[in-house]
């Protein structure tokens, strides 16, 4: 995955510093922001010993979906290399579960959910913000109570306002709750808040209104924010269990994690297969964030996400 | 998209004459603008928390199905069944335990590794995005990946063997102990980069001429992290374990995954989510003692906020 690595910085180790610059290097080192080769080489030691505990099982779960069936899967001493690399288990998954239309379901409530998190959260946040009104302490504060409301503790209600709706067992129904999460709204709030309020006088004064205040002059300044409500929404929606596990009970319902614990559950013993499957449901997520994850961290630095 | 009728013209204008407050935005829209703004979110919030929140009380009350059909109120029934419910005195063991050993980790590991990454050295961008990896990967992948590594014949028991340092296999999914350590263990290797990066975020705040300042005075790396670190994260730290904590009550997916749905051997490892998640559903489900469990649920996850709360105000001077 090379879109990973930062482009604007160099993927190399810079050259240990010519001897004639020795004196000043070390004077500089006492001072925090400049590092010593010994202290840089630590770190990269450090750094690959922490890469492995983080990403070492999902190559061990790939390895092992790439092996065929006559090769051991249990040896004491892990083989991380297939013998044979073969895509024989993923075909095996596609003729034992509908995968790609668990895919389609799960896209299709992933895209709702980014859908519905970046319209209104944006409407909300900008207008508790930027518009001065009325009951907007009172908006508010009911945004920041419902965050310390566990989201398990009203899955039930929910469940029964969906089958009340008729929704139970459908995709919408899987779909409607996520649409909207009071954090994003207070994320939105916390960017627009942080623009200066001059650049609206300006957009008054021109006789903007509203609406064009929010789509012309502040959307813009928080797209990084956006960004990552976006990113967190589509994966939230594409990694749930709980709730689907609860609202859908037909297959051809099925979003891509029920499917998968369905899977597990039919063909508990033959772990190519499942490790197979789980890899379907992991890569698709993992390039979508190594595409994104520039936004990701700049939308963090830009002070989308603060205690 | 209807947001396009919201662009009435601005009645209220620039308030150029009145004197301002501090607090809050001008005043330059009507009445009626800011609410159609708000509209969705709050009837979203409305019919998805705050009606539910509602509604699981008064559920609580009754013995409401899954499928339907009548409802009886039945007074406090649900309720005194929960205290004789050994499944529930065993959940609320498990999170206890699961909290205890999930704190300590979980709020030290995440900042050395937050220090770790901290400074911009090349390929740091593609270090921190791998450290983040497991935090977007689902709960479900991520058990069936342990699953498969601390089966009988897994990763772990085989490695563990060949070194000596077991004799037989540990039986990490069907003992009740280490289920509910396996399930630590994967919820602190997945938690990692998500508080790495709570923490990274408190310490971009920290001024780089206070740690110079520190350095001229002479003070060691262990010394700096004392004196001008540990103080930066304080805020973060306290929300971060606060954090961990209605985490640890919250365990579903990994526990369930991990043991087919069964937690353990008579369901002994099971957690709260899984009680409630178990009475949702099928012919034998009962909502109102589910929602029982979810108001008692509610009231747990609470008391570490109320900490946090508490602490927040003795600390902050």
Known sequence: MSPVTDQKTPAVVPPAPAPPEKKTRRRQSKVFGSVTRRELVLRYVLLVLVLLISIGPFLWQLSTSLKSTGEDIYTRIPQLWPSEPTLDNYTRVMDAIPVLSFIGNSLFVAALAVAGNVVFSTLAGFALARLRFRGRKIALGLFLATLILPGEATIIANFVTIRNLNLADTLLGVALPGMIAALNVLLMYNAFRQLPGEIDQAAVIDGANAFQRFWNVSLPSVRGTVAVIAIFSFIGAWDDFLWPLIVLTSPDQFTLTIGLQYLSGTFANDQRMIAAGSMIAFIPIAIVFATLQRHFFKGIEEGGVKG | ?317
């Open chain 2, 1 to 317: 998209m209807t947001v396009t009728d919201v662009s009435a013209p601005a009645a209220g204008g620039p308030t150029s004459g009145r004197p301002r407050r501090d607090t809050g935005p001008t005043r330059t829209t009507g009445r009626i603008t800011p609410w159609l703004f708000l509209a969705p979110a709050l009837g979203w919030l409305m019919v998805f928390s705050i009606w539910p929140s509602l509604n699981t009380v008064r559920m609580a009350f009754t013995n409401a199905k899954p499928l339907g059909g009548t409802e009886k109120y039945v007074g406090f029934e649900n309720f005194s069944l929960i205290l004789r419910d050994d499944q529930v005195v065993n959940a609320l063991v498990n999170s206890v335990v699961f909290m205890l050993v999930c704190l300590p980790l979980l709020t030290v590991l995440p900042l050395l590794i937050a220090l770790l990454v901290e400074k911009k050295i090349p390929g740091i961008t593609f270090f921190r995005t791998a450290f983040y990896t497991p935090v977007i990967a689902s709960a479900v992948v991520v058990a069936l990946i342990w699953t498969f590594m601390l089966d009988d014949r897994g990763l772990v028991n085989g490695l563990a063997q060949e070194l000596s340092i077991i004799q037989g296999p540990l039986p990490f999914l069907t003992d009740r102990w280490l289920i509910v350590l396996s399930a630590v263990s994967l919820t602190v290797w997945k938690g990692l980069g998500y508080y790495m990066i709570i923490y990274l975020a408190a310490l971009g705040n920290v001024g780089k001429d206070l740690h110079e300042a520190a350095a001229m005075d002479g003070a060691g790396a262990v010394r700096r992290f004392s004196v001008v670190t540990l103080p930066a994260v304080r805020g973060a730290m306290l929300l971060i374990a606060v954090l961990v904590c209605v985490a640890a009550l919250r365990v579903f997916s990994e526990v369930f995954i991990m043991t087919g749905g069964t937690g353990g051997a008579g369901g002994e490892a099971m957690t709260m989510v899984m009680l409630i998640q178990q009475y949702s559903r099928g012919f034998t489900g009962d909502l109102g003692y589910a929602s029982a469990l979810s108001i008692l649920m509610f009231f747990i996850t609470l008391v570490p906020l109320l900490l946090l709360g508490k602490l927040n105000g003795k600390g902050g001077e």
